[in-house]
């Protein structure tokens, strides 16, 4: 019989960390970051402009790459809720900027591209808002269901501090991993225009040595014809 309860316990004991180790992971995976990221065609001669509300105390990573377009150049500006003017970047392929702490209100992300009258460019940019004031609050919840501390033999703040650092590593993973994919595309772009201009001035070349072989041959040839005519 007592045998028959330890094995009751521990299985209770196994259902409720996996309860608290599932509602910690729906809490983390609806935390306090929210990333987006948007890949845009910026026409020559014009400036695109995307806002991004924040709230007090938050903060705010942006980042952008030129993946295709002449010069892989573009110009940045962030502008804060006020119009106060944060970042300026000119004629950068890339960039990271980090804002912290934000002001409640509409941050605004400007590209340009006036500079060039000719190249439409390809731009890929990703922000990253870190909710500071939320990360406190909902994950707070899951203890609650915690009515005793003898119930298992797993410490809760362990547990919630190895789940955060595991939250952590999976944003920045899917941070890089979209950075990596754009570079990948950039530099696909960049092997694609290269391979062109090398096959056609690999044409060029083949043609001008074509055209230069038959004329030499064709000098010889008239060196050697005799023009006089023999009368018999």
Known sequence: MHCHQNMMTASAQLCLLAYLTLTLGLTLGLGPNKNMGFTFLLPAGSTECFYQRTAMNDSMEVEYQVIAGSGLDVGFILLSPTGHRLVSDFRRSDGIHMVDPTVDGDYRLCFDNNFSKMSEKMVFFEVVINNQNSKNGGQDDWLETVTSDSMVDYKMEDIRARMDSV??????????????????????????????????????????????????????????VNTKQVRT
């Open 167 to 224: 939250h952590r590593h999976l944003e920045k993973s899917h941070q890089v991993q979209a950075m990596l994919r754009a570079f990948e595309a950039r530099d696909r772009y960049l092997l694609e225009d290269n391979l062109w201009r090398v096959s056609f001035w690999s044409c060029v070349n083949l043609s001008v040595m074509l055209t230069v072989a038959v004329v030499q041959i064709y000098t010889l040839r008239r060196l050697f």
